[in-house]
Protein backbone atom coordinates (compact mmCIF):
# COMPACT_ATOMS: atom_id res chain seq x y z
CA UNK A 1 0.00 0.00 0.00
CA UNK A 2 1.05 3.45 -1.42
CA UNK A 3 0.83 6.36 1.61
CA UNK A 4 -0.13 9.37 -0.23
CA UNK A 5 3.73 10.91 1.27
CA UNK A 6 5.68 8.14 0.05
CA UNK A 7 8.18 9.78 -2.78
CA UNK A 8 11.35 8.47 -4.64
CA UNK A 9 11.87 5.16 -6.12
CA UNK A 10 11.94 1.76 -5.08
CA UNK A 11 13.86 -0.59 -6.92
CA UNK A 12 11.54 -3.77 -7.40
CA UNK A 13 14.71 -6.02 -9.00
CA UNK A 14 18.26 -4.56 -8.97
CA UNK A 15 19.63 -6.03 -12.38
CA UNK A 16 23.03 -8.09 -12.44
CA UNK A 17 25.00 -4.78 -11.26
CA UNK A 18 23.68 -1.22 -11.81
CA UNK A 19 26.22 1.06 -10.10
CA UNK A 20 25.35 5.13 -9.89
CA UNK A 21 28.91 6.97 -11.38
CA UNK A 22 29.75 10.15 -12.42
CA UNK A 23 32.31 11.78 -14.23
CA UNK A 24 34.72 10.13 -12.08
CA UNK A 25 36.45 10.50 -8.77
CA UNK A 26 39.06 13.12 -10.67
CA UNK A 27 42.17 14.75 -8.64
CA UNK A 28 42.40 12.01 -5.99
CA UNK A 29 45.14 9.44 -7.83
CA UNK A 30 47.93 10.91 -5.79
CA UNK A 31 46.13 9.22 -3.44
CA UNK A 32 45.64 5.87 -5.00
CA UNK A 33 42.07 6.34 -5.22
CA UNK A 34 41.08 5.35 -8.70
CA UNK A 35 39.25 7.30 -10.43
CA UNK A 36 36.15 5.41 -11.49
CA UNK A 37 32.97 6.89 -12.80
CA UNK A 38 31.03 6.09 -15.80
CA UNK A 39 32.25 3.74 -18.46
CA UNK A 40 30.41 5.22 -21.66
CA UNK A 41 30.78 8.84 -21.26
CA UNK A 42 28.86 9.55 -24.55
CA UNK A 43 25.41 7.62 -22.87
CA UNK A 44 26.15 9.71 -19.54
CA UNK A 45 26.55 13.09 -21.63
CA UNK A 46 23.46 12.67 -23.52
CA UNK A 47 21.14 11.03 -21.20
CA UNK A 48 22.04 14.27 -18.84
CA UNK A 49 21.66 15.81 -21.80
CA UNK A 50 17.99 14.99 -22.96
CA UNK A 51 17.00 15.09 -19.06
CA UNK A 52 17.78 19.01 -19.03
CA UNK A 53 20.45 18.31 -16.38
CA UNK A 54 22.94 21.42 -17.27
CA UNK A 55 25.66 19.72 -15.35
CA UNK A 56 26.54 16.13 -15.62
CA UNK A 57 24.78 14.94 -12.68
CA UNK A 58 25.71 11.16 -11.61
CA UNK A 59 23.38 8.39 -13.46
CA UNK A 60 23.14 4.55 -12.82
CA UNK A 61 25.65 2.96 -15.29
CA UNK A 62 23.47 -1.13 -15.68
CA UNK A 63 25.10 -3.76 -16.56
CA UNK A 64 24.16 -6.80 -19.47
CA UNK A 65 20.94 -5.69 -18.03
CA UNK A 66 18.86 -3.32 -16.00
CA UNK A 67 16.81 -2.93 -13.24
CA UNK A 68 12.69 -2.79 -12.84
CA UNK A 69 12.03 0.46 -10.40
CA UNK A 70 8.51 1.57 -9.36
CA UNK A 71 7.98 5.33 -9.14
CA UNK A 72 6.73 7.00 -6.14
CA UNK A 73 6.68 10.24 -7.53
CA UNK A 74 6.61 11.76 -10.98
CA UNK A 75 9.78 11.89 -13.08
CA UNK A 76 12.25 12.43 -16.45
CA UNK A 77 14.15 9.88 -17.49
CA UNK A 78 16.27 8.90 -19.95
CA UNK A 79 18.02 5.59 -20.77
CA UNK A 80 21.32 5.72 -23.57
CA UNK A 81 24.51 3.56 -24.25
CA UNK A 82 23.12 -0.43 -25.40
CA UNK A 83 20.30 -1.10 -26.93
CA UNK A 84 18.59 -2.48 -23.83
CA UNK A 85 14.78 -3.03 -24.09
CA UNK A 86 13.02 -0.29 -21.98
CA UNK A 87 9.35 -0.39 -21.04
CA UNK A 88 6.67 1.74 -18.87
CA UNK A 89 3.81 -0.84 -16.85
CA UNK A 90 4.40 -2.93 -20.04
CA UNK A 91 4.24 -0.28 -23.16
CA UNK A 92 7.42 0.09 -25.13
CA UNK A 93 9.58 3.25 -24.98
CA UNK A 94 12.15 4.42 -26.81
CA UNK A 95 16.08 4.81 -26.16
CA UNK A 96 17.85 8.18 -26.06
CA UNK A 97 14.32 10.06 -25.17
CA UNK A 98 13.14 12.05 -22.66
CA UNK A 99 10.16 10.05 -20.98
CA UNK A 100 7.68 11.07 -18.15
CA UNK A 101 7.40 8.47 -15.66
CA UNK A 102 4.06 8.70 -13.46
CA UNK A 103 3.55 7.92 -9.72
CA UNK A 104 2.53 4.30 -9.62
CA UNK A 105 4.08 3.50 -12.84
CA UNK A 106 6.98 0.82 -13.27
CA UNK A 107 9.86 1.16 -15.57
CA UNK A 108 11.72 -2.46 -16.81
CA UNK A 109 14.84 -2.32 -18.43
CA UNK A 110 16.38 -5.60 -19.63
CA UNK A 111 18.49 -6.58 -21.78
CA UNK A 112 18.90 -6.12 -25.46
CA UNK A 113 16.42 -8.38 -27.41
CA UNK A 114 17.34 -11.62 -28.56
CA UNK A 115 15.71 -11.01 -31.70
CA UNK A 116 18.03 -7.65 -32.18
CA UNK A 117 19.95 -7.97 -35.02
CA UNK A 118 23.66 -6.44 -33.99
CA UNK A 119 25.59 -8.95 -31.54
CA UNK A 120 28.00 -5.95 -31.17
CA UNK A 121 27.73 -3.31 -28.20
CA UNK A 122 25.06 -4.52 -26.22
CA UNK A 123 26.95 -4.38 -22.69
CA UNK A 124 26.00 -1.39 -20.75
CA UNK A 125 23.59 1.49 -20.76
CA UNK A 126 22.42 4.54 -18.69
CA UNK A 127 19.90 5.49 -16.69
CA UNK A 128 19.69 9.46 -16.17
CA UNK A 129 16.81 11.33 -13.84
CA UNK A 130 16.27 14.87 -14.02
CA UNK A 131 17.40 16.85 -11.23
CA UNK A 132 19.43 13.91 -10.07
CA UNK A 133 19.22 11.32 -7.32
CA UNK A 134 21.12 11.73 -3.36
CA UNK A 135 23.85 9.87 -3.15
CA UNK A 136 26.82 9.80 -1.25
CA UNK A 137 29.88 11.80 -2.31
CA UNK A 138 33.42 10.83 -1.16
CA UNK A 139 36.30 13.21 -2.24
CA UNK A 140 34.28 15.34 -3.99
CA UNK A 141 32.74 12.56 -6.46
CA UNK A 142 29.54 10.10 -6.24
CA UNK A 143 30.99 7.62 -8.49
CA UNK A 144 30.59 3.99 -6.88
CA UNK A 145 33.78 2.46 -6.19
CA UNK A 146 33.02 -1.10 -5.62
CA UNK A 147 36.48 -2.19 -4.06
CA UNK A 148 36.41 0.74 -1.55
CA UNK A 149 33.01 0.95 -0.67
CA UNK A 150 32.41 4.44 -1.45
CA UNK A 151 30.31 6.79 -3.32
CA UNK A 152 27.45 6.39 -5.17
CA UNK A 153 24.40 4.36 -2.90
CA UNK A 154 26.40 3.50 0.08
CA UNK A 155 29.48 2.39 -1.72
CA UNK A 156 27.42 -0.87 -3.58
CA UNK A 157 25.60 -2.25 -6.33
CA UNK A 158 21.63 -1.42 -6.24
CA UNK A 159 19.71 -4.20 -4.43
CA UNK A 160 16.26 -5.54 -4.39
CA UNK A 161 13.76 -2.95 -2.31
CA UNK A 162 16.51 -0.26 -2.31
CA UNK A 163 14.66 3.19 -2.03
CA UNK A 164 16.11 5.87 -3.99
CA UNK A 165 15.55 9.79 -3.00
CA UNK A 166 15.27 12.11 -6.00
CA UNK A 167 16.55 15.67 -5.50
CA UNK A 168 13.98 17.46 -7.25
CA UNK A 169 9.91 17.37 -7.71
CA UNK A 170 7.85 17.61 -10.96
CA UNK A 171 4.58 19.95 -9.83
CA UNK A 172 1.63 18.44 -10.24
CA UNK A 173 -0.15 21.29 -12.10
CA UNK A 174 2.75 21.08 -15.23
CA UNK A 175 3.43 17.63 -15.34
CA UNK A 176 0.29 17.39 -18.22
CA UNK A 177 1.92 19.80 -20.28
CA UNK A 178 5.43 18.73 -19.83
CA UNK A 179 4.80 15.26 -20.82
CA UNK A 180 3.30 16.35 -24.07
CA UNK A 181 5.84 18.77 -24.60
CA UNK A 182 8.36 15.85 -24.50
CA UNK A 183 6.00 13.35 -27.13
CA UNK A 184 6.49 16.32 -29.16
CA UNK A 185 9.74 17.09 -28.90
CA UNK A 186 12.05 16.30 -32.23
CA UNK A 187 15.30 14.78 -31.41
CA UNK A 188 18.12 13.89 -33.95
CA UNK A 189 21.38 12.66 -32.62
CA UNK A 190 23.99 12.52 -35.34
CA UNK A 191 25.94 9.43 -35.84
CA UNK A 192 29.71 11.15 -35.48
CA UNK A 193 28.40 11.07 -31.58
CA UNK A 194 29.71 7.40 -31.42
CA UNK A 195 26.58 5.70 -30.36
CA UNK A 196 26.96 2.86 -32.98
CA UNK A 197 28.18 -0.41 -32.16
CA UNK A 198 31.65 -0.97 -33.64
CA UNK A 199 34.25 -3.26 -33.37
CA UNK A 200 37.45 -1.16 -34.63
CA UNK A 201 39.22 0.61 -32.04
CA UNK A 202 41.87 2.90 -32.68
CA UNK A 203 45.13 3.41 -30.71
CA UNK A 204 48.19 5.57 -30.04
CA UNK A 205 51.49 4.07 -29.44
CA UNK A 206 52.18 3.38 -25.45
CA UNK A 207 55.22 4.35 -23.10
CA UNK A 208 56.79 0.74 -24.19
CA UNK A 209 55.58 0.79 -27.40
CA UNK A 210 59.35 0.51 -28.94
CA UNK A 211 60.26 -2.26 -26.51
CA UNK A 212 58.29 -4.40 -28.78
CA UNK A 213 59.80 -5.98 -32.02
CA UNK A 214 58.23 -4.64 -35.29
CA UNK A 215 56.81 -8.34 -35.69
CA UNK A 216 54.99 -8.08 -32.12
CA UNK A 217 53.70 -4.58 -32.93
CA UNK A 218 52.05 -5.68 -36.46
CA UNK A 219 51.07 -9.46 -34.59
CA UNK A 220 49.36 -6.62 -32.42
CA UNK A 221 47.88 -4.93 -34.67
CA UNK A 222 46.40 -6.94 -37.39
CA UNK A 223 45.25 -9.71 -35.08
CA UNK A 224 41.51 -9.64 -33.72
CA UNK A 225 41.35 -9.72 -30.19
CA UNK A 226 38.48 -11.84 -27.89
CA UNK A 227 37.40 -9.70 -25.01
CA UNK A 228 37.16 -12.49 -22.26
CA UNK A 229 34.75 -13.53 -19.73
CA UNK A 230 37.18 -12.02 -17.19
CA UNK A 231 35.77 -8.79 -18.14
CA UNK A 232 34.97 -6.08 -15.75
CA UNK A 233 34.78 -1.87 -14.46
CA UNK A 234 38.56 -2.52 -13.82
CA UNK A 235 40.00 -3.75 -16.69
CA UNK A 236 39.15 -6.18 -20.28
CA UNK A 237 40.64 -9.34 -20.64
CA UNK A 238 42.05 -9.78 -24.51
CA UNK A 239 42.57 -13.59 -25.84
CA UNK A 240 44.70 -13.62 -29.03
CA UNK A 241 48.13 -13.43 -30.22
CA UNK A 242 50.70 -13.00 -27.04
CA UNK A 243 53.12 -10.31 -26.92
CA UNK A 244 56.79 -10.39 -24.63
CA UNK A 245 58.41 -7.57 -24.57
CA UNK A 246 62.46 -7.85 -24.83
CA UNK A 247 63.70 -9.93 -22.14
CA UNK A 248 64.58 -7.86 -19.12
CA UNK A 249 62.31 -4.85 -19.02
CA UNK A 250 62.04 -3.93 -15.60
CA UNK A 251 59.45 -1.06 -14.93
CA UNK A 252 58.52 0.73 -11.59
CA UNK A 253 54.99 1.34 -10.79
CA UNK A 254 53.81 4.03 -12.86
CA UNK A 255 50.67 6.07 -13.77
CA UNK A 256 48.22 4.57 -15.79
CA UNK A 257 45.25 5.81 -17.76
CA UNK A 258 41.53 4.65 -19.06
CA UNK A 259 42.44 2.69 -22.03
CA UNK A 260 45.87 2.03 -21.43
CA UNK A 261 46.92 -1.53 -22.89
CA UNK A 262 49.09 -3.36 -20.70
CA UNK A 263 50.82 -6.91 -21.34
CA UNK A 264 51.28 -8.55 -18.39
CA UNK A 265 53.60 -11.75 -18.26
CA UNK A 266 51.05 -13.92 -19.66
CA UNK A 267 51.43 -12.04 -22.68
CA UNK A 268 47.64 -11.51 -23.38
CA UNK A 269 46.80 -7.53 -23.16
CA UNK A 270 44.26 -5.82 -20.66
CA UNK A 271 42.49 -2.99 -21.76
CA UNK A 272 42.56 -0.46 -17.99
CA UNK A 273 38.83 0.81 -17.57
CA UNK A 274 36.88 3.19 -15.39
CA UNK A 275 37.75 1.27 -11.81
CA UNK A 276 41.96 0.66 -13.20
CA UNK A 277 44.23 1.18 -10.68
CA UNK A 278 46.38 4.44 -10.71
CA UNK A 279 49.42 2.90 -10.77
CA UNK A 280 50.84 -0.39 -12.49
CA UNK A 281 53.80 -1.97 -13.60
CA UNK A 282 53.21 -4.28 -16.57
CA UNK A 283 54.85 -2.87 -20.10
CA UNK A 284 52.12 -0.76 -22.08
CA UNK A 285 51.76 -1.16 -25.25
CA UNK A 286 49.24 1.31 -26.57
CA UNK A 287 46.31 3.64 -25.83
CA UNK A 288 42.71 3.36 -26.59
CA UNK A 289 41.98 6.83 -28.38
CA UNK A 290 39.44 8.65 -26.11
CA UNK A 291 36.87 8.83 -28.81
CA UNK A 292 36.78 5.03 -28.78
CA UNK A 293 36.06 4.10 -25.26
CA UNK A 294 32.24 4.36 -25.06
CA UNK A 295 32.64 2.36 -27.89
CA UNK A 296 34.76 -0.36 -25.90
CA UNK A 297 32.35 0.20 -22.53
CA UNK A 298 29.23 -1.15 -24.33
CA UNK A 299 31.77 -4.31 -25.91
CA UNK A 300 30.54 -7.51 -24.46
CA UNK A 301 32.74 -10.16 -23.59
CA UNK A 302 33.14 -12.77 -26.60
CA UNK A 303 33.38 -9.98 -29.09
CA UNK A 304 36.44 -9.26 -30.99
CA UNK A 305 37.77 -6.30 -31.53
CA UNK A 306 40.40 -4.71 -34.24
CA UNK A 307 43.14 -2.21 -33.26
CA UNK A 308 44.17 0.45 -35.73
CA UNK A 309 47.43 2.68 -35.03
CA UNK A 310 46.69 6.69 -35.33
CA UNK A 311 48.68 9.51 -34.46
CA UNK A 312 48.08 11.77 -31.13
CA UNK A 313 47.18 14.71 -33.46
CA UNK A 314 44.71 11.83 -35.10
CA UNK A 315 43.05 11.18 -31.55
CA UNK A 316 42.93 14.97 -30.87
CA UNK A 317 41.15 15.52 -34.00
CA UNK A 318 38.33 13.18 -33.47
CA UNK A 319 38.02 13.60 -29.76
CA UNK A 320 37.50 17.66 -30.87
CA UNK A 321 35.42 16.77 -34.39
CA UNK A 322 32.99 14.99 -31.18
CA UNK A 323 32.90 17.77 -29.41
CA UNK A 324 32.01 20.04 -31.97
CA UNK A 325 28.73 17.58 -32.48
CA UNK A 326 28.16 17.66 -28.83
CA UNK A 327 28.30 21.39 -28.05
CA UNK A 328 25.67 21.16 -31.34
CA UNK A 329 23.31 18.27 -29.64
CA UNK A 330 23.56 20.36 -26.55
CA UNK A 331 22.06 23.48 -28.04
CA UNK A 332 19.60 21.50 -30.19
CA UNK A 333 18.59 19.75 -26.47
CA UNK A 334 18.54 23.39 -24.55
CA UNK A 335 14.94 23.58 -24.64
CA UNK A 336 14.65 20.41 -22.62
CA UNK A 337 16.35 22.03 -20.24
CA UNK A 338 14.12 24.93 -19.77
CA UNK A 339 10.84 22.64 -20.13
CA UNK A 340 11.64 20.85 -17.38
CA UNK A 341 13.42 23.30 -15.20
CA UNK A 342 10.07 25.30 -15.64
CA UNK A 343 8.18 22.11 -14.44
CA UNK A 344 9.78 21.93 -11.02
CA UNK A 345 8.83 22.71 -7.96
CA UNK A 346 10.67 25.94 -6.89
CA UNK A 347 12.77 24.96 -3.96
CA UNK A 348 12.55 27.19 -1.24
CA UNK B 1 56.69 7.12 -27.36
CA UNK B 2 59.12 9.50 -25.85
CA UNK B 3 60.21 13.16 -26.67
CA UNK B 4 62.31 15.61 -25.54
CA UNK B 5 61.81 18.80 -25.41
CA UNK B 6 63.47 20.74 -28.66
CA UNK B 7 64.59 23.76 -26.61
CA UNK B 8 66.60 22.61 -23.61
CA UNK B 9 68.79 19.28 -22.45
CA UNK B 10 66.19 18.72 -19.13
CA UNK B 11 67.10 15.89 -17.40
CA UNK B 12 63.73 14.30 -17.82
CA UNK B 13 61.81 13.02 -20.91
CA UNK B 14 58.05 12.91 -21.62
CA UNK B 15 56.31 10.17 -23.10
CA UNK B 16 52.49 10.31 -23.76
CA UNK B 17 50.19 7.91 -21.58
CA UNK B 18 47.42 8.49 -24.44
CA UNK B 19 45.42 11.24 -25.76
CA UNK B 20 44.72 12.93 -21.72
CA UNK B 21 47.79 11.69 -20.17
CA UNK B 22 51.60 12.64 -20.08
CA UNK B 23 54.40 11.18 -18.22
CA UNK B 24 57.07 12.92 -17.41
CA UNK B 25 60.37 10.52 -16.38
CA UNK B 26 62.76 11.64 -14.21
CA UNK B 27 64.50 8.63 -14.28
CA UNK B 28 64.54 4.93 -13.94
CA UNK B 29 65.80 3.82 -10.28
CA UNK B 30 64.25 4.10 -6.58
CA UNK B 31 66.57 7.39 -5.40
CA UNK B 32 64.75 9.67 -3.29
CA UNK B 33 66.50 12.40 -5.45
CA UNK B 34 64.74 11.49 -8.44
CA UNK B 35 61.54 11.05 -6.39
CA UNK B 36 61.91 14.46 -4.77
CA UNK B 37 61.80 15.92 -8.53
CA UNK B 38 58.61 14.38 -9.23
CA UNK B 39 57.19 15.86 -6.30
CA UNK B 40 58.44 19.11 -6.80
CA UNK B 41 57.46 19.10 -10.69
CA UNK B 42 54.02 18.24 -9.32
CA UNK B 43 54.17 20.88 -6.92
CA UNK B 44 54.82 23.35 -9.98
CA UNK B 45 52.34 22.26 -12.40
CA UNK B 46 50.01 22.28 -9.86
CA UNK B 47 50.92 25.95 -8.83
CA UNK B 48 50.41 26.89 -12.37
CA UNK B 49 46.60 25.47 -12.50
CA UNK B 50 46.00 24.57 -15.60
CA UNK B 51 42.48 24.34 -15.89
CA UNK B 52 42.44 21.32 -18.18
CA UNK B 53 44.22 19.00 -15.87
CA UNK B 54 42.51 17.09 -13.27
CA UNK B 55 45.16 15.13 -11.58
CA UNK B 56 49.40 14.94 -10.82
CA UNK B 57 51.05 11.20 -10.13
CA UNK B 58 54.30 11.15 -8.38
CA UNK B 59 55.29 7.70 -8.52
CA UNK B 60 58.97 6.31 -7.99
CA UNK B 61 60.26 7.84 -10.53
CA UNK B 62 57.54 9.54 -13.33
CA UNK B 63 54.87 12.20 -12.59
CA UNK B 64 51.49 11.62 -14.14
CA UNK B 65 49.93 14.49 -15.86
CA UNK B 66 46.29 13.63 -16.41
CA UNK B 67 44.16 15.96 -18.62
CA UNK B 68 40.25 15.98 -17.90
CA UNK B 69 38.41 13.85 -19.90
CA UNK B 70 35.21 16.61 -20.80
CA UNK B 71 37.66 19.68 -20.96
CA UNK B 72 36.28 20.81 -24.24
CA UNK B 73 39.55 21.92 -25.70
CA UNK B 74 42.48 20.00 -24.43
CA UNK B 75 45.86 21.01 -25.78
CA UNK B 76 47.77 19.00 -28.48
CA UNK B 77 50.82 17.20 -27.06
CA UNK B 78 53.25 18.99 -28.38
CA UNK B 79 51.59 22.25 -26.94
CA UNK B 80 51.05 20.75 -23.68
CA UNK B 81 54.95 19.58 -23.40
CA UNK B 82 55.97 23.44 -24.20
CA UNK B 83 53.77 24.55 -21.23
CA UNK B 84 55.31 22.25 -19.00
CA UNK B 85 58.62 22.88 -20.29
CA UNK B 86 58.05 26.30 -19.07
CA UNK B 87 56.90 25.49 -15.79
CA UNK B 88 59.31 22.85 -15.31
CA UNK B 89 62.01 25.65 -16.14
CA UNK B 90 63.01 26.34 -11.98
CA UNK B 91 64.33 22.19 -11.91
CA UNK B 92 65.84 22.57 -15.18
CA UNK B 93 69.04 24.74 -13.42
CA UNK B 94 69.04 23.01 -10.09
CA UNK B 95 71.58 20.11 -10.54
CA UNK B 96 70.54 16.57 -9.79
CA UNK B 97 72.60 16.21 -6.52
CA UNK B 98 72.09 14.93 -3.27
CA UNK B 99 72.05 18.27 -1.66
CA UNK B 100 68.85 18.61 -3.43
CA UNK B 101 66.94 15.42 -2.17
CA UNK B 102 68.57 15.88 1.67
CA UNK B 103 67.14 19.27 1.33
CA UNK B 104 63.54 17.93 0.41
CA UNK B 105 63.80 15.01 3.33
CA UNK B 106 64.72 17.96 6.12
CA UNK B 107 61.25 19.65 5.12
CA UNK B 108 59.54 15.95 4.95
CA UNK B 109 57.18 15.50 7.62
CA UNK B 110 58.43 12.59 10.04
CA UNK B 111 55.18 10.05 10.54
CA UNK B 112 55.14 7.72 13.58
CA UNK B 113 53.21 4.44 12.86
CA UNK B 114 53.03 1.64 15.71
CA UNK B 115 53.21 -2.04 14.46
CA UNK B 116 52.45 -5.50 16.47
CA UNK B 117 55.51 -7.61 15.08
CA UNK B 118 53.90 -10.75 17.12
CA UNK B 119 53.90 -13.83 16.05
CA UNK B 120 49.92 -14.28 15.27
CA UNK B 121 50.96 -10.78 13.22
CA UNK B 122 53.77 -11.12 11.37
CA UNK B 123 53.13 -14.63 9.79
CA UNK B 124 56.49 -14.24 7.53
CA UNK B 125 59.20 -13.78 10.31
CA UNK B 126 60.60 -16.91 10.34
CA UNK B 127 61.06 -17.48 6.60
CA UNK B 128 62.54 -14.11 6.38
CA UNK B 129 64.68 -13.83 9.03
CA UNK B 130 65.70 -17.67 7.39
CA UNK B 131 66.03 -15.79 3.82
CA UNK B 132 68.38 -13.07 5.41
CA UNK B 133 70.62 -14.92 7.86
CA UNK B 134 69.09 -13.14 10.56
CA UNK B 135 66.84 -13.62 13.70
CA UNK B 136 63.73 -12.68 14.04
CA UNK B 137 64.72 -10.28 16.88
CA UNK B 138 67.53 -8.82 13.60
CA UNK B 139 64.58 -8.34 11.46
CA UNK B 140 62.60 -6.43 13.54
CA UNK B 141 65.37 -4.20 14.69
CA UNK B 142 65.82 -3.51 11.05
CA UNK B 143 62.88 -2.71 10.39
CA UNK B 144 62.49 0.13 13.05
CA UNK B 145 65.79 0.91 12.94
CA UNK B 146 65.64 4.00 10.92
CA UNK B 147 62.77 5.98 9.33
CA UNK B 148 61.99 5.52 5.51
CA UNK B 149 61.04 7.75 2.74
CA UNK B 150 57.10 7.38 1.18
CA UNK B 151 57.98 7.07 -2.51
CA UNK B 152 54.10 7.06 -3.95
CA UNK B 153 50.81 6.00 -3.16
CA UNK B 154 49.25 3.48 -5.26
CA UNK B 155 48.08 -0.01 -5.69
CA UNK B 156 45.11 0.78 -3.19
CA UNK B 157 43.44 4.05 -2.13
CA UNK B 158 45.96 5.57 1.38
CA UNK B 159 48.73 2.45 0.17
CA UNK B 160 52.05 3.83 0.51
CA UNK B 161 55.46 2.37 -1.27
CA UNK B 162 58.24 2.88 1.35
CA UNK B 163 61.68 2.13 1.37
CA UNK B 164 64.20 1.62 1.44
CA UNK B 165 65.16 -0.48 4.43
CA UNK B 166 68.59 -1.78 5.27
CA UNK B 167 70.37 -3.83 2.67
CA UNK B 168 70.29 -6.64 4.97
CA UNK B 169 66.19 -7.08 4.61
CA UNK B 170 66.66 -8.16 0.59
CA UNK B 171 63.86 -10.39 0.06
CA UNK B 172 61.84 -10.37 -3.20
CA UNK B 173 57.83 -11.32 -3.21
CA UNK B 174 56.61 -14.31 -1.96
CA UNK B 175 56.52 -17.21 -5.02
CA UNK B 176 52.43 -17.26 -4.41
CA UNK B 177 50.81 -14.45 -3.43
CA UNK B 178 48.17 -14.67 -0.47
CA UNK B 179 44.37 -14.11 -1.62
CA UNK B 180 43.24 -12.51 2.05
CA UNK B 181 45.55 -10.33 4.38
CA UNK B 182 43.63 -8.40 6.81
CA UNK B 183 43.70 -4.43 6.62
CA UNK B 184 46.98 -3.04 8.49
CA UNK B 185 49.14 -6.04 7.78
CA UNK B 186 52.56 -4.52 7.57
CA UNK B 187 54.54 -6.30 4.63
CA UNK B 188 57.67 -5.95 2.72
CA UNK B 189 59.78 -6.87 -0.42
CA UNK B 190 62.39 -5.53 -2.29
CA UNK B 191 63.68 -3.46 0.60
CA UNK B 192 60.50 -1.74 0.20
CA UNK B 193 57.45 -1.59 2.89
CA UNK B 194 54.06 -1.39 2.43
CA UNK B 195 50.73 -1.67 4.61
CA UNK B 196 47.50 -2.93 3.23
CA UNK B 197 45.19 -0.19 3.92
CA UNK B 198 42.08 -2.45 3.26
CA UNK B 199 41.44 -6.17 3.38
CA UNK B 200 42.83 -7.22 -0.15
CA UNK B 201 45.20 -9.99 -1.53
CA UNK B 202 48.76 -9.62 -1.63
CA UNK B 203 52.28 -10.81 -2.73
CA UNK B 204 54.67 -9.46 -0.18
CA UNK B 205 56.07 -10.91 3.09
CA UNK B 206 54.04 -9.99 6.19
CA UNK B 207 56.20 -8.87 9.19
CA UNK B 208 53.03 -7.35 11.20
CA UNK B 209 50.04 -5.36 11.37
CA UNK B 210 49.40 -1.72 12.61
CA UNK B 211 45.99 -0.91 14.54
CA UNK B 212 45.54 2.30 12.76
CA UNK B 213 43.17 3.48 10.06
CA UNK B 214 45.51 4.30 6.68
CA UNK B 215 42.69 5.84 4.70
CA UNK B 216 39.60 7.72 5.53
CA UNK B 217 38.10 8.98 2.02
CA UNK B 218 35.53 11.37 4.33
CA UNK B 219 37.87 13.81 6.02
CA UNK B 220 41.04 15.50 4.43
CA UNK B 221 44.40 14.49 4.00
CA UNK B 222 42.39 11.22 3.31
CA UNK B 223 45.61 9.37 3.87
CA UNK B 224 48.06 9.14 6.80
CA UNK B 225 51.31 9.70 4.70
CA UNK B 226 51.79 11.56 1.18
CA UNK B 227 54.66 11.14 -0.98
CA UNK B 228 57.71 12.82 0.07
CA UNK B 229 56.86 12.00 4.27
CA UNK B 230 59.25 9.70 6.02
CA UNK B 231 57.60 6.88 7.85
CA UNK B 232 59.04 5.34 11.27
CA UNK B 233 57.75 2.33 12.39
CA UNK B 234 57.33 1.56 16.52
CA UNK B 235 57.30 -1.55 18.14
CA UNK B 236 54.10 -1.76 20.07
CA UNK B 237 52.77 -4.91 22.00
CA UNK B 238 49.58 -7.43 21.58
CA UNK B 239 47.99 -5.44 23.88
CA UNK B 240 48.97 -1.81 23.02
CA UNK B 241 47.85 -3.05 19.59
CA UNK B 242 44.22 -4.00 20.78
CA UNK B 243 43.80 -0.69 22.67
CA UNK B 244 44.79 1.72 19.61
CA UNK B 245 42.26 -0.67 17.53
CA UNK B 246 39.47 -0.10 19.99
CA UNK B 247 40.05 3.65 20.20
CA UNK B 248 40.44 3.65 16.27
CA UNK B 249 36.79 1.89 15.92
CA UNK B 250 35.12 4.12 18.37
CA UNK B 251 36.29 7.41 16.39
CA UNK B 252 34.89 5.28 13.66
Redo the contacts between chains.
Sequence with gaps: MRSEEETGLLVLKPGPLSVFQDAGRHGYQAYGAPVCGIMDQVAFRLANALVGNRTLLPVLEMTLSGPQIKFMQDACIAVCGAAFSLECDGRPIALNRPHLIRAGQVLIIGSTPVSHNSPQGQARATLAIAGGIQLNTAMESASTDLKSRMGGFHGRALTKEDRLTLNRKLSATAVDALAHFLDQFRIYLPAGLGLGARHHIRVTRGAHWTHFTAHQQTAFLNARYTITSSSDRMGYRLDGPSLQTEPGLQILSEPTAFGTIQIPPDGQPIILMADRQTTGGYPKIANVASVDLPVLARCLPGESIQLSLISLNEARTVFLQREALFAQVNQALAPLGTAIEDAFVRST | ??SHPASSSAPWTF???????V?IRFG???DPAINARARQA?ELIHNAQLPYI???????????V?L???Y???P??KELINTLTEILAPLAHSDNSRDNADAVTEAARLIRIPVCYEPSFGIDLDDIARHCGLTVEEVIQLHTAAPVRVF??????????MGLSDERLAIGRRSTPRKHLPAGSVAIANRQTVIYP?DSPGGWNIVGATPLRL?D??TPP??RY??GDQVQFDIISRQEYEQIKARTETIR
Design positions: MSSSEGDHCIDQIASDLVPTFTTLGCHPFPQPAHMLGFAPGMGYNFPHYAAP
